[in-house]
């Protein structure tokens, strides 16, 4: 039977997980979703990178249809004060949609739908206008986007990378 250590909190191990990371590794960046999740390791990883004078990157895939609050506390985020780069992504990405039988699937921030867009592209994001990654490409999957994202990530920054996400 597996030994149960009771000595520590999940606050605590999560402080313990954060220093192990940014005292490893060179370059870091944290998927976040701008729920409150995500958003509490953003903010524990801004703590510990200020105590150990370090910088980490936030990754943030904006699916369009967001609440408003979300989106107000994703900028919130962007002002943490140990964020380096934060990648505000808001490209045609194709997404499972739950609300069609019709339309299995739906693009979001797709140029041909603007009229139909739920708000205003964000104008800090990277977008079909400014696009740094070579690879992308118009209705790219999610899943696809963030492997090829981490795969962009490393090659541009080197060393040992590390990527925080919010594991359900």
């Not at 402080?15 to 903010?43: C, P």
């Not at 380096?84 to 039988?101: E, G, K, T």
């Not at 079909?128 to 990530?153: L, T, V």
Request: charge should be neutral; glycine fraction near 4%; charged fraction near 25%.
């Amino acid at each position: 039977m597996p030994k149960i250590y009771l000595e520590k909190n999940v606050l605590d191990a999560t402080f313990e997980r954060l220093e192990f990371i940014f005292d490893h590794f060179d370059n870091i960046y944290f998927s976040a979703s701008g729920g409150k999740d995500s958003s509490v390791m953003v903010q524990l990883a801004n703590m510990v990178a200020k105590k150990k004078n370090r910088k980490f990157d936030i990754l943030y895939i904006d699916f369009e249809a967001q609440y408003r609050m979300t989106i107000q506390h994703v900028y919130e985020l962007k002002q943490l004060s140990q964020v380096r780069n934060f990648y505000h992504i808001a490209l045609p990405l194709a997404l499972r949609n739950a609300v069609s039988i019709l339309q299995p699937k739906w693009i979001c921030w797709e140029e041909e739908s603007k009229h139909l867009w739920v708000r205003n592209l964000p104008k800090d994001s990277i977008n079909m206008s400014n696009c740094p990654f070579p690879w992308f490409h118009k209705g790219e999957e999610f899943e696809e986007f963030i492997i090829q994202f981490a795969n962009w990530y490393q090659e541009k920054y080197g060393g040992m990378v590390a990527c925080g996400i919010r594991h359900t």
